[in-house]
């Protein structure tokens, strides 16, 4: 399922804090995304539309919660980025940010935390 990024602006907003109604939504991303009302609306017709999200009655309105989990979403698209940019390889993505000058010394130090636990897991 693809979600365009102001959908998963809207997708972030749910996985927090569903079920909201339409008028929570708006409130929540108006002012930080410059978003107006029909915009908001429109983003949740679409998500809709995609199966992403649910709608259900709740008197005059309905609650928004999402259908697709978050790690579902976040495996798909790192895996697409993965195999559009890199070949499907994990080595050449982390040689591109520490070329980039993009790695710190947190990122470095838990990189190698990780690498030696995937090693000793394949042990």
Known sequence: MKISEAESIV???LWRSAPM???????AL????QWQE???KTLLNRLLKKGAITAEKDGRRYLYSPVLRREDWVQEE???MLAR??????APLVAHFSQQRKLSAKD??????LLEE?????R
């Open 30 to 33: 108006g002012d930080r995304q």
């Open 118 to 122: 995937i090693d000793d897991g394949q």
């Open 78 to 80: 790192s895996e697409g």
């Open 38 to 40: 029909p915009t908001i």
């Open 21 to 27: 109604a339409a008028e929570g939504v708006v409130e």
């Open 108 to 113: 470095v130090r838990e990189l190698r935390a």
């Open 85 to 90: 940019l890199f070949e499907g390889r994990v």
């Open 11 to 13: 997708m972030e907003l």
